[in-house]
């Protein structure tokens, strides 16, 4: 039981990651004006949708609950957070910097996650790693619009 719990704990904090992810590229690709890195944006946000989907079918493995996502009041407080963040400055290079500092983030509570849990599945593993290496492939993509 304790391993299924570990699944269930893994996959439900990196679907969280993800959905907070998709979130805040959802904000600013409706903010930003630039095609070009909005286009690169919108790869990035398909490809968090797609672990996400992953990350549901493998939940379903582990739990007849539902996964967990960011509440209305996590997408409000992304918002939020956002908006408050570029009322000055709404370049690109500051809607970068926003990404890469959430994707960090991400990184971050994603290696965590494995390096904590190696008890899990071996196919939750492979999910939460292509995650963060996601992640860490968009950090790369995005910095060259600081």
């Keep these: 039981m304790k391993n299924e719990d570990n699944n269930i704990k893994v996959l439900d904090e990196a679907n969280k990651g993800c959905c907070m992810g998709r979130d805040a590229l ?3 690709m409706e903010k930003s004006d630039n095609k070009e890195f909005n286009e690169c944006l919108k790869k990035y946000y398909d490809k968090y949708d797609k672990i996400s989907n992953k990350m549901e079918d493998l939940y379903d ?39 890469l500092q959430g ?4 990184i971050i509570e994603g290696r965590r996650l494995l390096n904590h849990n190696k008890d899990i599945d071996s196919e939750v593993n ?21």
């Design 26 to 28: 959802e904000v600013i």
């Design 61 to 99: 493995e582990f739990s007849n609950e539902e996964i967990d996502e960011t509440s209305k009041m996590e997408k409000t407080m992304t918002w939020y957070g956002i908006n408050m963040r570029t009322m000055m400055d709404d370049s690109t290079s500051k809607y970068a910097e926003l990404i």
């Design 103 to 106: 994707a960090n983030m991400g």
């Design 126 to 146: 492979k999910v939460v790693d292509e995650f963060v290496k996601m992640q860490e492939k968009m950090v790369e993509e995005l910095k060259e619009y600081l």
